[in-house]
Each structure stands twice: as structure tokens, then as C-alpha cells.
């Protein structure tokens, strides 16, 4: 979830640093999420893991289809959701219902094959590869976010572009990136969502490719012109260009942190 609030300079996104002996991502700061449950949808999953790691409930009144409500009694609902109840029963005993409709789609990133083989998890085992859908939607008025001191440890609201220029402080990974240099071209929320209506005209997976050859680790994103003959892994080459595959095409491990950086001899801004 790409959670936005506004700001005197245009908008903040929220982020979530993870636990540093999380079996994924470990210490990174990275937007709320987590995976579906069984029969969850991705819309519900998105604004379910958002009020457990963050406390913000995407609701409404599910007798008159109010606009998303702010209630008293949101901590004992989001501890009963954390505890295992189903978040769709749940939130119906307050008569309330997820308020999926908010939610725009921006993106969807498909781990690595060979990063998942390559770097085992703490067990020894093979890292589990994620299909993630990220969605945005603007903080509703009246919440503000706490972090959950269960999977994530501290939070932080930031503009995109001093999120970039600190990538190495908060640890971030290439999908944070990439989304923070796609909000950094946006103005203001209203620009952010008119983008995100626009990108989910045109939908395609990023499933990076691990180039092993050159001077350490370097992911090629669909667009790359190295990405069908000079990456390794499973590939999802793109059968059109949307228009948001622009800009930097992949990304480089330098000084412990991950650069966007354009590929060599392209014209494009780094």
C-alpha cells in the first residue's frame, strides 16, 4: 500500500521499517503489505495488511455506502484482525466493509527467480518469491498511522524525492525505488492519482532478470535493451510498452545501497 498524505511541498509517502531478523527484507524500510489469505482477493489483502501494520482502516458503512468512517474503537478491532479473525467477518460485526474502491492500482513486481536461489533465507532454505500488487491511496481524514511493533519496528513520512537521495539510510528496496522516482514526477495526489488511473489502463508485470556478468549485482526491468539476451532467470518481456516503462532500467548494488541508474549509452537521466 502507497499511503499519501499532503504537504506544504506537494505529498509525503508512508513507509514501515521491518524487523532486522524479518525472513524478507529485513531492516528495510518498505510500503505496508504482506500476502493475500486464502479466497482474499488482492484489493482486500492491500487494505488488510494497511490497518494491521499501520492502524489506517479503509472502511465504510455497509448499509449506506458512507465514505471511509474513523471509529472509536479501531485499536481493538485491528488486534482481533492481527489475532487471525477474518477481516471480512470482522469488520461486518461493526457493520462496516472494506473500502476497496479507493485503491489504484500502480504496480505489480515479481521477485527475481535467481535472487530468490541465490540468497538463502536464515534457515538455509531457498527465499520465497512474491507477486506483489502495490496500490496508492491518500490517507483518510481524521487516522494517522502507527506502526505495528510486530513485523515493522518504526515508520517514517517522506517525500519521494528525499526518499531517493536517503535510499542507502532506509535501506530501500529496488520496487521502493522505482515507485519513489515514478511519485517524485508527480506534483501533487491528484497528479499521483490521475497517473495511477492511467497506468491501470495499461497493466504489465516488472519481473526483473539478474545480469551475471560485469562488476556485482545488476537487475534489468523489462524495458532494459539487455533484458531478453543479457539477463538470467525467469523473464515476462513486455508483448507492448506501456507508457510508465520509461525512464532508468535497472538497478546496481553500489556502497550497500541500490542505484536506479539508465543503461549504458541510453540517453535517459539516471
Known amino acids: 500500500m502507497i499511503l499519501l498524505r499532503r504537504a506544504p511541498a506537494g ?10 531478523g524479518a525472513s524478507f527484507m529485513a531492516s528495510a524500510f518498505v510500503f505496508p503489505g504482506g500476502g493475500a489469505e486464502p479466497g482474499e482477493d488482492a484489493r482486500t489483502a492491500a487494505a488488510r495488511e494497511l490497518f494491521e501494520e499501520a492502524g489506517i482502516l479503509l472502511a465504510k458503512d455497509d448499509t449506506n ?22 477481516s471480512v467477518n470482522a469488520l461486518a460485526r461493526a457493520g462496516l466493509a472494506w473500502s476497496t474502491d479507493v485503491l489504484v492500482p500502480w504496480a505489480h513486481w515479481i521477485t527475481p527467480s535467481l535472487e530468490s536461489a541465490a540468497l538463502p533465507s536464515a534457515d538455509g532454505r531457498e527465499r520465497p518469491r512474491f507477486s506483489a500488487r502495490f496500490f496508492v491511496c491518500e490517507l483518510p481524514p481524521g487516522q494517522q498511522p502507527q506502526f505495528d511493533d510486530i513485523e515493522t519496528v518504526e515508520q517514517a513520512w517522506v517525500r519521494p524525492i528525499d526518499a531517493l537521495a536517503h535510499a542507502k539510510q532506509l535501506a530501500l528496496p529496488p520496487p521502493q525505488v522505482r515507485i519513489c522516482w515514478e511519485l517524485a514526477e508527480c506534483a501533487t495526489i491528484d497528479e499521483v492519482m490521475v497517473a495511477g488511473r492511467a497506468r491501470e489502463d495499461e497493466p504489465h508485470p516488472i519481473l526483473p532478470r539478474v545480469r551475471t556478468t ?10 532494459d535493451p539487455e533484458y531478453a539476451e543479457g539477463g538470467s532467470g525467469d523473464s515476462a518481456p513486455m508483448a507492448y510498452r506501456p507508457r510508465w516503462a520509461r525512464g532508468p532500467s535497472r538497478f546496481v548494488m553500489e556502497d ?15
Not at 505529498?11 to 532486522?20: A, T
Not at 550497500?256 to 535517459?268: E, F, I, L, Q
Request: charged share 25%; net charge positive; hydrophobic share 40%.
Open 65 to 86: 455506502d458512507a465514505e471511509t468512517l474513523e471509529l472509536p474503537s479501531l485499536a481493538a478491532l485491528r488486534k482481533r484482525i492481527q489475532d487471525g479473525a477474518n
Open 214 to 223: 560485469g562488476d556485482g549485482p545488476c537487475l534489468l526491468l523489462p524495458w
Open 11 to 20: 505529498f509525503e509517502v508512508f513507509l514501515v521499517r521491518r524487523r532486522k
Open 256 to 270: 550497500a545501497a541500490w542505484r536506479h541508474v539508465a543503461a549504458p549509452g541510453s540517453t535517459t537521466p539516471g
